[in-house]
């Protein structure tokens, strides 16, 4: 049964979606069968890999529509996506009085759980409905952490989540890691930062670094991974190397 992992953190732009698409490409290219589920009205994980935002039935249709999960996903060369649009941000507020409405997510994505070794799903940066019910479908929880200023607040708030999800709706989720993003090897900040996510989070850090790199950051806007874009760039050595620490926890 497919492995599945939350990418959280209710910081906005900590590379969350960056993460997800190449780490999503990197596992393809290991020979894994991977999923990337768009849980963000953003639909920019649905973009990165290339797909229209516009396709339809995608991640709304399956929560709010009952639309099976198999149809709404879209194969790409990259790896299979569960697309995402605007309309998915309706969902919050159409959800909130329905029964069962932290479990839908689960419920939808248990159909295809057999069919991947991995699936990911991109949170929005918020800790509301959408980024519950990922984190009730979710068996672990990937944290991206950007290299600055207030990282560690960020996480106590999410570990928070976490914690209040064991307690009352799924009390298998763990933590995958923590991944540092856009570490600038120039300024003392992102050291000092990095060094004390760990001291905090023994054992949790990944030893893959991801380097701030234009190449990541301007793959999006040509629909791809970096892996391709510019596959020997440092930003997409850095995901093959994530890839390579994730698939050897679940050897
Ligand atoms: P949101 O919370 O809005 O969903 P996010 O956490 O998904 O954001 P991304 O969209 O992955 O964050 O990244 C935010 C911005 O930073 C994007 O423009 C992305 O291209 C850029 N970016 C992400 N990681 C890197 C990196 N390592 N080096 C350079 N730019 C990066
Ligand atoms: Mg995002």
Redesign the pocket.
């Known amino acids: 049964m497919g492995k599945i992992i939350a990418v959280a953190?209710q910081?906005?732009?900590?590379?969350?979606?960056?993460?997800?698409v190449n780490l999503t490409c990197a596992l393809k290219k290991r020979g894994r069968r991977v999923l990337l589920v768009d849980c963000?009205p953003?639909g920019?994980s649905t973009s990165g890999m290339g797909v229209d935002k516009t396709a339809t039935p995608n991640c709304y249709d399956m929560l709010m529509n009952g639309a099976a999960a198999a149809d709404c996903i879209r194969s790409t060369k990259y790896g299979d996506v569960l697309p995402a649009n605007m309309n998915l941000s309706g969902c919050s507020v159409e959800l909130v009085s329905s029964e069962q409405r932290e479990y839908i997510m689960k419920t939808a994505l248990a159909a295809v759980q057999d069919d991947y070794d991995f699936i990911l799903i991109?949170c929005?940066?918020s800790l509301e409905l959408l980024t519950i019910n990922a984190l009730v479908a979710a068996d672990s929880v990937l944290i991206?952490v950007q290299c600055e200023y207030y990282a560690l607040e960020g996480i106590a708030d999410l570990m928070r989540s976490i914690k209040m999800c064991n307690k009352r709706l799924n009390p298998e989720l763990t933590v995958q890691g923590i991944v540092m993003?856009?570490?600038d090897g120039r300024t003392n900040l992102s050291l000092q930062v990095a060094e004390e996510v760990k001291r905090h989070f023994p054992g949790q850090v990944y030893a893959t670094v991801?380097?701030?790199?234009?190449r990541?950051?301007e793959a999006?806007s040509h629909g791809m991974p970096v892996l391709d874009y510019d596959p020997y760039s440092r930003?997409a050595e850095a995901y093959r190397m994530l890839a390579e620490e994730i698939s050897a926890q679940h050897e």
């Open positions: 953190n910081k906005g732009g900590v590379g969350k979606t960056t993460t997800c963000d953003q920019n991109d929005p940066p991206p993003t856009m570490y991801i380097p701030r790199n234009v990541l950051s999006p930003g």
